[in-house]
């Protein structure tokens, strides 16, 4: 008990040091989760993305600049003349057919709404993957402290080992095996140390706060049953899926397209106003001028084609991301249902009479009515129970988290 009351004041001093370096102190799940959601550099950059959206929002519906004209001729057949010079300078305007602006706006407003549902999208696949590195931590936490408590009781055994061989009871091959034991236990412990260091790496990149930060996590892996009907879950999901409005959303962008390719019929018009001066006479000119589609069935009839075919493919496209959606939705509903199964039986069955079992069977050897090599035999059964029990409850846990995003994909090609 010293021992441990050493590691906690000592634990307690580096993490408060820590904790001021990067301004964390005790963790919970929910401010893991806010943290990402502020620090996370995809989070961030979804942001950015919004702020590009509508900044080429803004260039598509921008009017052209004006240009300033200006000509001076000189006739120098005429040098005794006040008549041998022309001078005319004006502004010209050139703008769009009315309806390609309209259309070239619904664009980049869809665009824009796009961009948002990305923003959406990757948030809550942010905090899935929080909730999964934050739960992964806390399971190898509690994997430690049955290592620790395994350590333990393998040290006292051990030491029981001795006295008993001193008093001619056992041979000395049972003290080897023991510490043969224990040696594998502390091995193992420090394997589960590396992959937890590992673990919290991963869990501090995700929330984007320094790699090396130390926290305290705080919120437990609890067991909260999951009930949901499998049609409510795939209707819930399908109707809340980012994926799928982006999906239908860039679809509506490319029958805008087509659309505007189809105006690509109608004429461009440019608009000049300039005041001319030849000799001694001032005028004043107004000037029109348009495009014509002269060779329509080139690019104009391309343009519409190639829209066509667009629209074709990804309403295909469409059709089979929703199924894949649909299976990836009932593949994590099916892992949620499976790791429950499990947990409710190591609850119910396993381990009520594991740890009562395991006290008996140290109690038997202490006492001579259970050899050491029977005890080990429950010493396994127990780590690895234990440590099963753990693993499930994280899959469980980790499935939960896969089953609210199996609605989305984190990468769409768009």
Known sequence: ???????????????????????????????????????????????????????????????????????????????????????????????????????????????EEIASLKLEKVQSLIISDVKKAYYRVVSYMQIKQILEHIIEILERLASIAVIKYQAGEIMYLEISRLNIELADARNELIELEKELNKEKYNLN??????????????????????????V?????????????????????????????????????????????????VDGIGFELTMTVPLYFWFRQKGEINEANASIDSLEIENLALRRSLISSIKIAYE???????????????????????FDIAIVNYQNGQLSLFALLDFYRTFKSIKINYLNTLFNYQSALADLEVSNETRYLEE
Do not use: C, H
């Open 1 to 111: 008990m010293k021992i441990y009351a050493v590691v906690i004041v000592t634990f307690s001093f580096i993490f408060s040091v820590s904790a001021e370096d990067n301004n964390f102190n005790e963790l919970t799940l929910e401010d893991a989760i806010k943290i990402a959601l502020s620090n996370n550099s995809e989070i961030n950059g979804a942001k950015k993305s919004i702020e590009i959206t509508r900044s080429r929002k803004l260039q598509i519906i921008s009017i052209p600049d004006v240009e300033l004209y200006g000509e001076w001729v000189d006739y120098p057949d005429y040098p005794l003349s006040d008549e041998n010079e022309e001078i005319k300078f004006g502004l010209y305007q050139s703008f769009d057919f009315p309806l390609k602006i309209a259309l070239r706006k619904d664009i980049a407003e869809a665009s």
């Open 205 to 230: 990149i995700i929330l984007g706060i320094k790699p090396d930060s130390s926290l305290t996590l705080v919120t437990d892996m609890p067991y909260t049953p999951f009930e949901k009907d499998f």
């Open 232 to 280: 409510f879950v795939e209707d819930e999901l399908l109707k809340s899926s980012k994926t799928l409005k982006i999906s239908e959303i860039f679809t509506e962008t490319r029958r805008i397209s087509k659309s505007l390719s189809k105006l690509s019929y109608a004429p461009d018009f440019n608009v000049g106003l300039y005041k001319v001066k030849s000799g001694s």
């Open 335 to 357: 892992s949620v249902n499976t790791y429950q199964f499990q947990l409710r039986k190591y609850q119910t069955v396993v381990l009520p009479e594991l740890e009562s079992s």
